[in-house]
């Protein structure tokens, strides 16, 4: 690991994704920090235990100020598959313009890298959604960052019921020759498979690509964890002892998109 890679700011603290992403990087032994968004700090739980964590909101560059100091890595994870444009909730405003004011952030606040959560394209995709996405990918790149793009695939918590489609192209993302037809890198993973994948990434002295897909995501797992093998138990004076896996601190009911606390439009 580089020398000065272990502090990471994760934004999106509060929902499912950015949740999941900064459990990861605690259990990869990173110093995680977190922006929560106004109203969502309950859904910390414990986790806001285990991390730094302050209250901002992406959409106002005020409220950013200063917090990148000091970071060496962001993940940035805030977005929305729905957008409400009668509300002012474009796909704009939505997903390119928190990831510009996020990127300014690191541009002012001196953090070097950075990592989008960005949309691979999919029939069950919005457009807009995905134009927006690609924007935020471009304007990362252009204002000098070391950046790099997960382009991820709808996410699932393992044991939950899926609708009957996702589960349909997560078989055929599975399936020699079928999934080297674009299959696999739509087809639904679960969120720690992402959320591991992830963390590595950002930790990663480094990577070796700017964009990153569902099959590099698997591949950055270890054989069991993407089956969900336990861990061994830890032993101490020949007794077994138990430690909680940051994933365990986890809110399943943490909301999975982070929208603005108003709608009006923010330029």
């Not at 968004?37 to 209250?55: D, F, K, M, S, Y």
């Not at 929305?80 to 474009?90: D, E, I, K, R, Y």
């Not at 093998?229 to 982070?258: K, S």
């Amino acid at each position: 690991m580089w020398k000065n890679n272990r502090r990471v700011l994760v934004t999106g603290g509060g929902t499912f994704l950015g949740d999941y992403i900064a459990a990861a990087l605690l259990a990869e032994g990173a110093d995680v920090s977190m922006l929560v968004r106004p109203g969502n700090e309950e859904h910390l739980g414990a986790l806001g235990q285990r991390v730094r964590w302050w209250v901002a909101d992406v959409w106002d560059p005020a409220s950013l100020r200063g917090r990148g100091r000091g970071q060496s890595v962001v993940v940035h994870t805030v977005g929305s598959l729905v957008a409400n444009p009668q509300q002012g909730l474009t796909h704009h405003r939505l997903n390119f313009l928190s990831a510009r004011n996020v990127a300014n952030m690191c541009i002012t606040d001196g953090v070097p890298r950075m990592v989008l959560m960005s949309s691979a394209r999919a029939p069950w995709i919005s457009g807009a959604y995905i134009k927006a996405k690609r924007e935020a990918e471009t304007y990362m790149a252009r204002v000098g960052l070391d950046g790099y793009t997960v382009r991820a695939p709808i996410t699932y918590l393992r044991g939950q019921k899926r609708p009957l489609l996702y589960r349909i192209v997560s078989a055929l993302g599975n399936t020699p020759i079928i999934s080297w037809l674009g299959f696999r890198r739509i087809a639904p993973l679960p969120i720690d498979i992402i959320a591991r994948g992830v963390a590595r990434i950002a930790l990663e002295p480094q990577p070796h690509k700017r964009v990153y897909y569902a099959g590099d995501l698997v591949r950055l797992n270890t054989r069991d964890e993407r089956r969900n093998v336990p861990a061994p138990v830890p032993h101490t004076n020949g007794q077994p002892y138990q430690v909680a896996h940051p994933f365990q601190l986890l809110d399943d009911d943490a909301p999975f998109a982070w929208l603005p606390p108003d709608s009006e439009e923010n330029t």
